[in-house]
């Protein structure tokens, strides 16, 4: 794709965050066996490295989608990636827990939270939710998330990894 049109595409993706929101947003549940849905990811980067002006823009507009469309699973996962871009992964693991709480069975918010874990520091936590999924999210969906934000999960995630190991 030329420069010219992949800018373009670019700026329709903004322009339609700022307008619609979460139309383009779907859910990557595990029974999907699908690598990832959410597409803001992939446009975020190619915006984030071609467009610095751009990027920024969004970045300063971000407070206003998160208040227009408080608690939404879509505009938390995408101030999550804006600050794992940013290299504030801490503020990246906040805003990617309240993603999964929003939607605690979308796979994509798992994986992110996990790297973005991985960057802040917390690599148990993060190889727990990588290596084992399918415990976590099976556990998130029938019992809910613990509470106590990231200091609960990484509690969780290590009764998971450990009955886990057992079973193997």
């Not at 300063?60 to 408080?70: A, M, Q, S």
């Not at 871009?85 to 827990?97: H, I, K, P, S, V």
């Not at 999210?137 to 009955?163: D, E, H, M, N, Q």
Request: glycine share 6%.
């Amino acid at each position: 794709m030329p420069m010219a049109e992949e800018k373009r595409n670019m700026r329709y993706f903004l322009q339609g965050l700022m307008r619609q929101g979460a139309s383009w947003h779907e859910t990557n549940a595990l029974d999907d066996y699908t690598k990832r849905k959410d597409l803001c990811f992939d446009f975020l980067i190619r915006l984030y490295f071609r467009d610095a002006k751009e990027f920024s823009l969004l970045r300063r507009h971000l407070p206003v989608l998160l208040k227009r469309n408080r608690g939404e699973e879509w505009v938390l996962a995408c101030a999550g990636y804006v600050a794992y871009l940013g290299q504030d992964y801490e503020a990246a693991c906040r805003w990617f827990l309240k993603a999964i709480e929003a939607n605690p069975v979308n796979l994509d918010n798992w994986m992110d939270l996990a790297f973005a874990l991985r960057h802040a520091g917390d690599a148990e936590t993060s190889t727990g939710i990588l290596f084992n999924f399918d415990y976590v999210l099976y556990y998130a969906r029938t019992f809910g998330l613990p509470g106590r934000g990231l200091a609960g999960l990484s509690a969780f995630v290590r009764k998971i990894v450990r009955a886990s190991e057992k079973k193997r």
